[in-house]
């Protein structure tokens, strides 16, 4: 069975800009959660989507948005970026509804300049 | 947010020799997971606990959820060269609903 996938695996953009980053979980997972990964906070939860819908959020401003489709497949949007969010993003699935082993995928790494 | 604390922060040890990592919380967990990192990857889970007291082995890797569901332990026999990386404790409340609270990680170096 194919694991996490997450694209790009690298982006560089500039301050201010928006990016995209998209995660597809484990084939009949239906529940992806975000982390953003920095050396100085360590791993972090941003959020949770499960059946498209939100379902559980972490600390984190409002530049920070996802969505999940129908085929589980999830995306994770930052707009204006800023100098500290570079970082390795990071999506994990899970079965959802109570099954809570998280799998991870390799990350997308962020730099902002 | 909140974290784990997580220790030791990092270990250097003989090929061969045995690991012992904890991590704990002012808060109960119902469910916790141990996970390994390798540079430039995402976690890999590892062992995952979901009742107090129970031990659990995967291998050389043993862990264990605290009585007190506020700890856990992770233990790795024989270590060898493949062993070295970041291993990390993820904690889970009822619900899930602050997502896994990750601890600092344990940095795993082995001399041969």
């Known amino acids: 069975k194919a694991g996490v996938t997450q694209t790009p695996r690298y982006l560089i953009k500039t301050r201010g800009q928006q990016v995209t980053l998209s995660c597809s979980p484990i084939s009949g997972h239906r529940s992806v959660s975000w982390y953003q990964q920095t050396p100085g906070q360590g791993l972090q939860f941003l959020f949770e989507?499960?059946?498209?819908?939100?379902?559980n959020k972490g600390n984190f401003p409002g530049r920070f948005s996802g969505r999940q489709f129908s085929n589980s497949r999830s995306e994770m949007n930052v707009s204006t970026l800023e100098l500290g969010d570079s970082a390795l993003y990071l999506c994990?699935?899970?079965?959802?509804?109570?099954?809570?082993?998280?799998?991870f995928g390799p990350g997308t790494r962020l730099t902002v300049t | 947010g909140q974290q784990l604390n997580q220790s030791p922060q990092s270990m250097f040890i003989q090929e061969g020799e045995d690991v012992s990592m904890n991590c704990t919380s002012s808060?109960?967990?119902?469910?916790w997971l141990w996970y390994k990192q390798d540079p430039g990857e995402g976690p890999v889970l590892l062992i995952a606990l979901y009742k107090a007291g129970e031990l659990t082995s995967n291998g050389r890797l043993t862990a264990q959820f605290g009585i007190t569901r506020k700890d856990s332990f992770l233990n790795i026999s024989a270590s060898i060269p493949s062993d070295v990386g970041i291993y990390f404790c993820?904690?889970?409340?009822?619900?899930?609903?602050?997502?896994?609270?990750f601890g600092k990680g344990t940095h795993l170096i082995i001399q041969p």
């Open positions: 989507y499960f059946s498209e819908t939100q379902r």
């Open positions: 808060s109960i967990f119902n469910t």
């Open positions: 993820a904690g889970l409340r009822g619900g899930g609903a602050d997502g896994l609270t």
């Open positions: 994990a699935s899970s079965l959802g509804g109570g099954e809570y082993e998280q799998y």
